[in-house]
């Protein structure tokens, strides 16, 4: 069985807001906020640059995936550009942080909200984040337009929150900071490494666009739908992550909100009263189980198309005979974060996930240089505007983003290159079981025509 083409432009942009849209605008801000020194204009400056970055990206990816609109996207890019062992270790790092990491840290962030809400204990909370994925697992399996369209309402909720939220508090928030101290400690000036010091965390809340590739083959009408879903669902999610940066800040002013430990909570409760910080924290629930679940609808198809190449087991590629769905590869990877998140935690996980994704990233971008070369021809229903320079200055930046993480911060980074160099030698064995495979199953073939 194939997998059905089952979204649209709506369900496109909706999985794009939604996936991206998890834990890090309610907590980053802040953060950020520190890492700029207390300058508000620096900090809004870095959200924008990894906005536009983003956009860059996902301009650079509309075009491959109008052109080639299959199940796996990113994976499929550099497969096709820069042939297997690259796609393996991508679907391999995938499997081990950067999808399953992303719905863990998400999974991990859910429970720490709701711990506002009701008292947790850390096994409790444990046991919140597990259930959370598996329920996300469940939704998944047995369908994907019912997955998708509990997508598309928890994400109308949570957007819509989000941006009456901002607008509340920027037009009531103007004396927010008066109880806050006056002065934070700055630095004379921000570096180049400072500032792409503070994008690592940034990238972290904008990550998610680009899961919107792997569900290109279940997409009706792909050739048009698809480059306008993944372009206008990124490009609303920079103008809600600035609005609520400037909401945050109007309400509790640059010095309280940069020593914020649950900023959007902390910035309605200053305003609104502790009830209205209750129900803002039950918002963000929503929106976290949002995310994880558009990366439970889409992450899965990347193994899939793996299992279809022959570099991955087999039965991942299998389409469940009465939901139509790839359930196999959908309780693999969500079992696979369930352990993430029972062991690791919200800091530790994050910085591997943006790291190591961003190196794959940047070769899923440099894809596009190769499919205009060897298919100078081919149809392009969409083509990347201001070729050949979008293209570059999404991978340049996001090389820099990773030579900046290894020289800032070499020990998670040696951790994260490690995970990915580990996989060179099980692309071999599995190049090599497959070889056996095949060579024992054709002599298999051959004595029994002969004992016939």
């Given amino acids: 069985m194939e997998l059905k083409r089952t979204l649209g432009l709506r369900d496109l942009v909706l999985i794009v807001i939604g996936t991206v849209i998890g834990s890090g605008i309610f907590i980053v801000p802040a953060t950020t906020l520190q890492q700029a020194g207390g300058r508000v204009g620096v900090a809004l400056l870095v959200w924008l640059v990894a906005g536009v970055l983003s956009l860059l990206g996902a301009l650079t990816y509309g075009e491959m995936g109008a052109m080639n609109p299959d199940a796996g996207g990113l994976y499929v890019y550099i497969r096709d550009a820069f042939g297997e062992l690259p796609a393996f270790l991508y679907g391999w790092t995938a499997l081990l942080v950067i999808a399953s990491g992303s719905c863990a840290t998400l999974a991990v962030a859910f429970s720490a909200y709701l711990g506002q809400i009701v008292p947790l204990s850390g096994l409790a909370a444990k046991a919140i984040s597990v259930l959370m994925i598996a329920t996300t697992m469940v939704l998944n399996v047995r369908g994907t337009r019912q997955s998708a369209d509990v997508q598309n309402w928890t994400t109308g909720l949570k957007a819509t929150a989000l941006v009456v939220m901002s607008v509340v508090l920027l037009l009531s928030g103007h004396h927010g900071g008066a109880t806050a101290p006056t002065t934070v400690p700055q630095p004379a000036h921000v570096s180049f490494s400072m500032f792409a010091t503070a994008m690592i965390g940034v990238l972290w809340a904008y990550e998610g666009w680009q899961y919107a590739t792997f569900a290109a083959g279940e997409t009706r009408e792909p050739r048009r739908t698809f480059p306008r879903g993944i372009i206008v669902g990124t490009a609303c999610i920079i103008g809600i992550y600035i609005l609520a940066n400037l909401g945050y800040i109007a309400a509790l002013g640059p010095v309280r909100a940069s020593q914020s430990q649950r900023i959007a909570a902390e910035a309605v409760g200053a305003l609104l009263g502790p009830i209205a910080g209750k129900v803002i924290a039950a918002i963000i629930l929503v929106s976290m189980f949002s995310a994880a679940n558009g990366?439970?609808?889409?992450?899965?198809?990347?193994?899939?198309?793996?299992?279809?190449?022959?570099?991955?087991?087999?039965?991942?590629?299998?389409?469940?005979?009465?939901?139509?769905?790839?359930?196999?590869?959908?309780?693999?990877?969500?079992?696979?974060?369930?352990?993430?998140?029972?062991?690791?935690?919200?800091?530790?996980?994050?910085?591997?996930?943006?790291?190591v994704g961003w190196i794959f990233y940047a070769l899923g971008g440099a894809a596009i240089f190769v499919y205009r070369k060897r298919q100078p021809n081919a149809l392009r229903p969409f083509r990347v505007p201001g070729y050949p320079i979008t293209p570059l200055l999404f991978v340049a930046a996001a090389a820099a983003v990773v030579v900046n993480t290894v020289v800032t911060q070499p020990g998670r980074a040696a951790l994260g290159l490690i995970v990915t160099a580990v996989g060179v030698p099980v692309f071999f064995m599995w190049r090599q079981r497959l070889t056996i495979y095949t060579w024992g199953s054709a002599r298999w073939r051959a004595l029994r025509e002969a004992l016939r």
């Fill in 295 to 355: 990366i439970a609808l889409t992450a899965p198809r990347l193994y899939y198309s793996m299992a279809r190449d022959d570099v991955f087991f087999r039965k991942l590629a299998e389409v469940h005979p009465r939901f139509g769905t790839p359930a196999v590869a959908v309780v693999s990877c969500s079992v696979w974060a369930m352990f993430l998140a029972a062991t690791g935690s919200f800091e530790q996980l994050f910085t591997y996930v943006v790291f």
